[in-house]
Structure formats: C-alpha cells, structure tokens
C-alpha cells in the first residue's frame, strides 16, 4: 500500500519561511515524478512545483519562482519544499502528490497517489 505523508505546515508572517516535507512509502515503480499542490479556499488546485525521480528536473509554477525550492531524496522518497518570502497570497493547504512522470506532474495529473495535505497560512 502506497502511503504519502506531508509534514511542515504552519502560520507565518509574511515574508517568513516554512519547509514542507513529504514521504511517499510502498513505492513499487521508478521514474515518477512527486510534486507540490495547492488549493485555496474557493480556488482551483494549483500545481506548486515538480521533481522527477530519474534526473532531478524541476519544475515551478510561475507565482512561486525565485521563492520556493524543490529538493528530493530518492533512496527515502522524500521530497521537501522550501517556502521563502511567503506572502498572504500563499495560504492554502499544500498536499504532496506523486504521478507517473515529471510531465505528468506538470499538467497536474492523474495524480497516482496524494496526500491529505497541510495547512499553510501567511498573515499580512
């Protein structure tokens, strides 16, 4: 059973930082991609960032880079994401997916496996 777990979320002033972590365990495949998501109340989901398992490409929503950084660890399937110069614009709940492939993940699925998500909120 594939199980995806995110970790990190919190209150920040802005301008603050915040780390997201996120661990994908029982992953049976290779060349999958893991990304972060988010959706603000009354938004659409939006794609955050991406990683690819087999070369490390990344990938960043426009309103993000710059600010935010993307960095796995394969032999724990891990994936982080570094969240600087946070801004109100920013709060939402960030979930951890994985999909298939980086251009997958880029156009935001299918999302093979996700998390429940975690609580980012940036006070003005």
């Known amino acids: 059973e594939v199980q995806v777990v995110e970790s990190g979320g919190g209150l920040v002033q802005t301008g603050g930082s915040l780390r997201l972590s996120c661990t994908a365990s029982?992953?049976?495949?290779?060349?999958?991609?893991m990304g972060w998501f988010r959706q603000a109340p009354g938004k659409g989901r939006e794609g955050v960032s991406c990683?690819?398992?087999?070369?490390?490409?990344?990938s960043y929503a426009h309103f993000v880079k710059g600010r935010f950084t993307i960095s796995s660890d394969n032999a724990k399937n891990t994936v982080n994401l570094q969240m600087n110069s946070l801004e109100p614009e920013d709060t939402a709940i960030y979930f951890c997916?994985?999909?298939?492939?980086?251009?997958?993940?880029?156009?935001?699925?299918?999302?093979?496996?996700r998390g429940q998500g975690t609580q980012v909120t940036v006070s003005s």
């Open positions: 029982g992953l049976f495949f290779d060349g999958y991609a």
């Open positions: 990683i690819s398992s087999s070369d490390g490409t990344t």
């Open positions: 997916a994985v999909a298939v492939d980086l251009t997958t993940c880029n156009n935001g699925g299918p999302l093979s496996y």
